[in-house]
Structure formats: C-alpha cells, structure tokens
C-alpha cells in the first residue's frame, strides 16, 4: 500500500508563498501523521523537502518502529547538513541516478547514509524497489512537485489529505500536487471509498485511488458490479505488431514546416519529435544535434540521441518544451495520419476503442508494467480519431487545437 499524505489550507496551500509551512496542521493531526509513519516501512520525500523543510520524518518516539526514510534526488543537490542524514534512530537511503555528485555520494556514505542509483530515477523504479526490501507500505510525504509524477506513475493508491481551516491566499504558493495538465473537470482523478475525520480543529480526508486505467484489470464480476460497461481495448507497442503503425516507431516519414518556412522530412514522427526539442534555439550545437537526430538510422537511435542530449546539455532545450511538447507530438501524429489514407482508415476503424501503447518501459506515453502508466499516446490517438470523425483531418488543430488529455511529464518533476 502506497500513501500521500498532506496537509493544506482551506484554499488549497501547504505553505505560504515565502515557502514557510510550519504549521498548515493542528498538533493532533501532526500526532495522527506520527502514528501513521509508525505504522508504514517507509517515507518517502523529494529534494525539495529536504532543502525547504529539513524534516526528520520519524515517529517523534525513542522507542518502537521507525520507518527507513528515503530520498529521491537525480543530481543530489542537496544540504551537507540535514536531520535525515543522522542515521542513529533509523536507516536513510537516498536514490538518485547513476553519476550523480560522486563526491557527495561519499559524504553521505561517511555519515551512515546509504545510495542507491537507478539507471534513471522515477517513482516507479523506488516503489519497486522499496517492495523489493520487503516495504511494502509506504507513505510519501513529498511536496507538489514529486507527489504529481508519483500519481501519474499510478503508485499512489490512497490518498491522505488534512484540510486546516485556514486561508493564506497567494498564486505562487504552493500546492499538494503539482500539474498534471489536465484541461477539463472531467479529467479529474476521482477518490473512492471516502472517508471523512474531525481531527482537533482539521478535517481529515482518506480514499483510494484508482488509475484512469484500472477498467482493463477489473474482473467481469467487479465490472458488472460497477455498472461500468467495459470497452474493446486494443493494443500497440512494436511496429510489426498487428496496430505497429499506431508506434512512433513505424517507418512511416512525415514532412512538415520548419521555423524556417522550410519542407523538412522525418523518416518517423518519433524522428519529428526529438528533433524539436532544441528547435528554435540560437546555438550552433543545437542545430547539429537536430541534424544529428534527423539522419539517426532509426526511431530508436533518434530517441535515443533526443533523451541523451537532453539530459547532457539541458542549456539546448528549448525553453518552452514543457508546454508545447504534447502539441508537437499531437502535430507530429497529425501529419502522420493525414498522409497515409490507409492509416487514417485504420485508426478511424477502431471505432470507440480504447488504445493502449503497451510499452512496458514508458509511464508517459506508455502504460507501463502492469498497466499503471498514464498511456498518453493512445490518449492522444483517440483525441485524433475523433477530430477525424468531426471533419476534415487537421482543421481543429491549425485553429488552435490543444491535446485534451494531456499532462506533465514527471520526469521534469525531480
């Protein structure tokens, strides 16, 4: 069991805009939450915590269980001083990524601390990691920037929120979860089996959540009972699999528009949209790397050339890549579709079909294992579908169309 916990102002704040947040909550629900670590193997809170907050994250008992604590940081820019490194209660390990601030990696290890590096560091690879080491109920105690990927990754499965009667205003305070980009109400997450506590003066809220795709694990017997009707659901990963041409990775070349006025081909959309991600920007190096990536001999390679010089020269990306990344993609996908009739045909064919990108190893546009990522690309396709149902293909986006159901990528979260 995975648990975030949080608490916030009745306007939706965990702390002042000043970033000051001692105290949102009542003593008694600061007992509450005490009692709930006792309970859990383990905490888990991000880079900012530790800069901001300093916490100890312990049950505030000498005697008893003490949760491990564990902190996730990719570039562990972190305090040389800080309570969790103090290691004489309980255990603290900080994941991080392969590389990361070696001389700093020693100095937590000479303090007791222990580091565990991930290959690349998301809140999937630590939740499987904390079950691997038998902690097997976790709470995240994190702010908004790490609690909004940990939900999208689909490892949050209950939710507990302290709402204090209080009101401390201000646009740039900060929130319990961070974007997730959604545009509509009905895109809202929603919370089961709720639960509502007096605590002292605050009102404590508890309930599960679902991910958005548990309908396609749910038994016949639990969809019945929900009275849910449980669509066809069709799924994509490799392009020579029956839907392969749904990939990014099918070989099918896109010409589109440069910021130059300029027809430029890409041998895939998958080509398309690494190239863009150092579009526009006024540097040498940029323009070779989009050339690079452009000639990459496959949808994998240009992946893999965008990914690494992105997380190499992060100075290269364009600055407002977080915002019109889905719309590049949705453009890319577009061209794609509106190219080849016969793709078209087939997307069209699925008719009210969920789509499913089955890649096990991407929780943005995939689902992931076992299904709890967020599968934005099949979103995204059936967002295309039905503008190719409504009209001429491309019209709605060239009016200023933007993706419904898109949302932030976590990995810009840590």
Known sequence: MSTLKYAMTLDGKIAASSGHAAWVSSALSRQQVFKTRAESDAVIVGGNTVRRDNP?????????????????????DLPTEANLWDVSKTETIVATQKGANKDFQKHLAAKGVEVVEFDFLDPRVVMEYCYSRGYLSVMWECGGMLSAPAIQAGVIHKVMAF??????????????????????????????????????????????????????????KEVEESNIPKPSIIRFNKAWDLYGAFSNYSPHPI????????????????HYYQAQRFES?????????????????????????????????????RKDWANLKLQI??????????????????????????????????????????????????????????????????????????????????????
């Open 56 to 76: 100890s994250l312990t049950t505030r008992k000498d005697d008893g269980h003490q949760p491990a604590r564990i902190v996730m940081s990719r570039c562990l």
């Open 163 to 220: 709402i204090a009667p209080k009101i401390v205003g201000g646009p740039k305070a900060p929130t319990p979860v961070g974007e997730l980009g959604m545009v509509q109400m009905t895109q809202a997450l929603n919370l089961s089996n709720v639960s509502f506590e007096q605590i002292g003066p605050d009102m404590l809220v508890t309930g599960f959540l679902q991910s958005p795709f548990q309908l396609e694990t749910m038994s016949s």
């Open 255 to 270: 010409t589109l528009v440069d910021s130059n006025c300029k027809p430029t081909v890409w041998n895939s959309v998958e």
């Open 281 to 317: 920007v006024e540097d040498e190096q940029a323009i070779q790397i989009i050339h690079q990536i452009q000639n990459a001999a496959s949808p994998e390679e240009a992946r893999a050339l965008g990914c690494r010089f992105s997380w190499s020269n992060p100075n290269l990306v």
């Open 329 to 414: 993609m949705y453009k890319g996908l577009q061209a794609k579709f509106a190219t080849y009739p016969a793709l078209r045909s087939l997307l069209i064919s699925t008719d009210n079909s969920i789509l499913v990108n089955a890649s096990q190893g991407d929780l943005f546009w995939g689902t992931s294992r076992n299904g709890v990522g967020f599968n934005q690309l099949g979103r995204m396709l059936m967002d295309l579908r039905e503008d190719f149902l409504g009209g001429e293909p491309g019209s709605t986006y060239a009016n200023g169309h933007a993706y419904r159901s898109g949302y932030v990528d976590p990995s810009i979260a840590l």
